[in-house]
């Protein structure tokens, strides 16, 4: 077990407890693919989708993990480009769960297209208008950031470890040396890229003039608030199970420094930006002082309350409360709770686009759906939307996939600075430079 | 340049729904789909109205109107930009058409109209009679589709079916770029809205409120602008032959 401590690796070898967790993993895949089969015979008549409530459980979830992917490139990439060692013993594993949650974010699409088979279309008829093309681009280009950044951030140790994931890259003082320079040149380069691509994905909702609170500016820079807030949010959850039950080990200051930056995030998205956004339609809309007041205090669907009280005020306070802050149970528990709180506000931001049509005369729109013959069903005024066990299952085993990336990655490469080496990773400049 | 358009004048619109119904046959849209439905402004219910009746020697304030709604066919359609595979475009002629064969079946197009127009084959499209009516391109599962203005109708010279089936001469189609067309005449005389249009779509439906039209002028079933060479000289001779003709076979 020596060599293997050493090297940094996270999980030397899977053990009864590991073995077990691939099975769950590999079942929910599976489970997944079959669900996903079926779909795709059946059509997408299996979900809980129709004409008037178009999208559901998978861009709702896209969205959720195109925001997650961001806390671990920024953590890690942040620091970098500003030539800092802070968070190192987060940089690796957050590039890893980086990846792996673009790639879910990516494989949500699948599901999701009533042809899949077509597409290749994006490469041989793509519109350039279409937001759409822009987030498959960016989408595309992220993935491999992510990729490329692991590999540059762990190639050495691989070298130094004999392993063949460093595709023939020697351990040498220079070659680390010229990595160090690479990495500040891709942190230079992923930070306006996860810039682009949440704000892209938060486009393809705000250019919409037909679909409600879709159609504000805000939505954009909200899209890379809620990024921040469950990206370092799912960070700090991954790393502190990390620590519980690998040889990962997290920097008990470092968690709780980040457990206060996940406040900050926190305080500015859930607080600041929501009360912008809904302050000037609450006044508008209202004539006198307590209703106006009353407006912008109380959402309208429960969707509201789940993000902004149980993903919101509470993790806030928990985090806000110095003898509780440091805990690393208040920690997750916070982490935790701004995942789930960002996850209903992106159920929340589906739900005003189609709740409500425009035009709602009787007897309304047709849902598609298959008539019963029995009554005029075919018919609504309205959106409603209740995701099916199919989308559920499907759902499910893409994020198995994303939980199985992150497993294999600590299983394969090194998570964090092998024993004896001097601290690594740290800038583009080099330190002439810094004593110039 | 052409540039279709349709002009629906709600005075004269009656709620048969004969538009929406041969809509369904012409273009042989699936069961529990519509392209062209007739809404009820008035009451919550089809062909119900709002107000009340008439009490104590009171006027009553009964309202109702019927506003039939397909595919606006937008200059500014988001549809169109939105789509990332060129699937729905504008053609030459101003009809907003899908190309069902680049259609990936991603909803976009849904989401961004505000009229909610488009439709989606969400399993195997089911037709009655099983083999399908009219004389148009299959759909499979798993595309969008939505009104064409009958572009395979219009191809031929042909008005849309709504067009020519409207009982009330309630609908009149042509090409808003001709000055003298009856549409171009139609939206100059009279006041028209068009749906939603603080949303800067562009429609280019017109609706007809306030005071009624002398509706569709032919009652041929070809295009305006296709009646112009012949219309004279077999106008008087021709019409009363083409008329029961007509109103028998339908389309």
């Known amino acids: 077990m020596g060599p293997t401590e050493s090297s940094g690796i996270a999980v030397p070898a899977f053990g009864t407890k590991g073995k077990l967790w691939l099975g769950l993993l590999g079942a929910l895949i599976v489970a997944g693919l079959a669900a996903w089969g079926y779909q795709l015979s059946t059509g997408l008549i299996a979900t809980g989708m129709r004409n008037v409530f178009s999208w559901g459980l998978y861009i709702m979830m896209f969205v959720l993990f195109v925001g997650l992917s961001a806390g671990g490139l920024i953590i890690s990439s942040a620091p970098k480009f500003f030539h800092s060692h802070r968070y190192e013993g987060f940089a690796r594993l957050g590039v890893l769960v980086s990846l792996a949650c673009i790639t879910v974010a990516g494989l949500l699409i699948l599901p999701d297209i009533g042809r899949p088979e077509r597409l290749y279309q994006f490469f041989t008829s793509p519109d350039f208008r279409s937001p759409m093309v822009w987030d498959f681009g960016i989408v595309m280009l992220y993935g491999t950031l992510n990729l490329w950044y692991l590999w540059l951030l762990t190639r050495r140790d691989l070298a130094a470890a004999g392993s063949r994931l460093a595709f023939g890259r020697k351990d040498t003082e220079a070659g680390r040396e010229r990595d160090r320079k690479l990495m500040f040149w891709t942190a230079s380069v992923a930070l306006p890229t996860a810039v682009a691509l949440h704000s892209v994905t938060g486009w393809i909702f705000a250019t919409q003039i037909g679909r409600g609170d879709w159609f504000s500016p805000l939505v954009a820079p909200v899209f890379i608030a809620k990024a921040l807030v469950s990206g370092l949010g799912l960070l700090l959850v991954v790393a502190v199970l990390a620590d519980r039950f690998t040889r990962f080990r997290v920097d008990r200051e470092e968690l709780a420094s980040l457990g206060k930056v996940l406040g900050i995030f926190l305080a500015f998205h859930v607080v600041y930006l929501l009360a912008a956004e809904r302050l000037p339609h609450a006044w508008a809309d209202h004539f006198g002082f307590w209703a106006i007041t009353e407006s912008f205090l109380i959402g309208e669907s429960a969707y509201f309350w789940l993000w902004t009280v149980l993903g919101g005020a509470l993790p806030l306070g928990m985090l806000a409360v110095p003898s509780l802050r440091k805990r690393v149970s208040v920690i997750v528990t916070a982490g935790a709770l701004a995942v789930v709180g960002t996850m209903f506000e992106g159920i929340r931001l589906v739900f005003t686009g189609y709740e409500i049509a425009n035009i709602d005369a009787a007897p309304g729109i047709s849902l598609g759906g298959t008539y019963t013959g029995l009554t005029t069903d075919i018919w609504a005024t309205t959106g409603s939307y209740t995701p099916t066990l199919i989308e559920i299952v499907v759902t499910l085993g893409i994020i198995a996939i994303g939980a199985l990336i992150v497993t294999v990655g600590m299983r394969y490469v090194p998570m964090q600075q092998p024993d004896g080496q001097h601290a690594y990773a740290t800038d583009g400049g080099n330190q002439e430079h810094e004593r110039n | ?251």
């Open chain 2, 1 to 251: 340049m052409t540039n279709y358009g349709l002009v629906i004048d709600q005075e004269r619109c009656i709620g048969c729904q004969a538009c929406a119904v041969s809509c369904k046959q012409e273009n042989n849209v699936p069961m529990g789909q519509f392209w062209n439905r007739v809404l009820t402004e008035g009451g919550d219910k089809l062909d119900t109205p709002s107000g009340g009746y008439p009490e104590d020697g009171d006027d009553g304030t009964l309202d109702m109107h019927y506003q039939p709604t397909a595919c606006q066919h937008c200059e500014n359609a988001p549809c169109v930009k939105v789509c990332p595979v060129n699937a729905t475009y504008t053609r030459d002629d101003g009809i907003v058409e899908i190309d069902y064969d680049k259609c990936i079946g991603c909803r976009y197009c849904m989401a961004a109209c505000p009229y909610n127009a488009r439709v989606f084959n969400w399993d195997e499209p089911e037709h009655v009679p099983e083999e399908g009516t009219g004389d148009v391109e299959a759909r499979p599962q798993g595309v969008v589709e939505k009104c064409t203005f009958c572009s395979h109708r219009v191809e031929e010279g042909l008005d849309p079916a709504c067009v020519v089936n409207c009982p009330a001469d309630a609908r009149i189609f042509g090409d808003l770029d001709e000055e003298t067309s009856t549409v171009s005449k139609y939206v100059d005389t009279y006041e028209t809205d068009r749906l939603l249009e603080d949303r800067g779509t562009d429609p280019k439906t017109y609706y007809i409120r306030g005071e009624m039209s002398p509706g569709r002028p032919q009652t041929s079933d070809k295009l305006e602008s296709e009646l112009d060479d012949e219309d004279n000289d077999e106008d008087d001779d021709a019409m009363p032959y083409v008329l029961p003709a007509e109103s028998g076979g339908g389309d």
